[in-house]
Nanobody
């Protein structure tokens, strides 16, 4: 089993920054991608950023490109999301997720964290 624990959410003014962290532990065998999703009230879950393991390439939603940066620590056990120039429309619960070759799940990601709230005031 895989455990994911997010942290770093909070309340920030528009134009400010936050850094989210996602600590991964457990059996990460078969991991092929990690990602950040978000879900705002009344809206569908949205893929924010994703990194493919091995290839190391990252992709971003158009709405966050050039403002958000996904990174991983040297031990490949903590994933970060640096969020700059935050906007009120970035307000959502942010989730980290792991995609596995040996288990399926929602949106192709087998394991999910509990989520962390990000609120951006105008």
């Amino acid at each position: 089993q895989v455990q994911l624990v997010e942290s770093g959410g909070g309340l920030v003014q528009a134009g400010g920054s936050l850094r989210l962290s996602c600590a991964a532990s457990g059996n990460l065998y078969g991991r092929w991608a990690m990602a950040w999703f978000r879900q705002a009230p009344g809206k569908e879950r949205e893929l924010v950023a994703r990194i493919r393991w091995g290839a190391g390439d990252t992709t971003y939603a158009d709405s966050v490109k050039d403002r958000f940066t996904l990174s991983v620590d040297d031990n490949e056990s903590v994933m970060y999301l640096q969020m700059n120039s935050l906007k009120p429309e970035d307000t959502a619960v942010y989730y980290c997720a792991v995609a596995s070759l040996v288990q399926s799940g929602p949106d192709g990601f087998a394991f999910w964290g509990q989520g962390t709230q990000v609120t951006v005031s105008s």
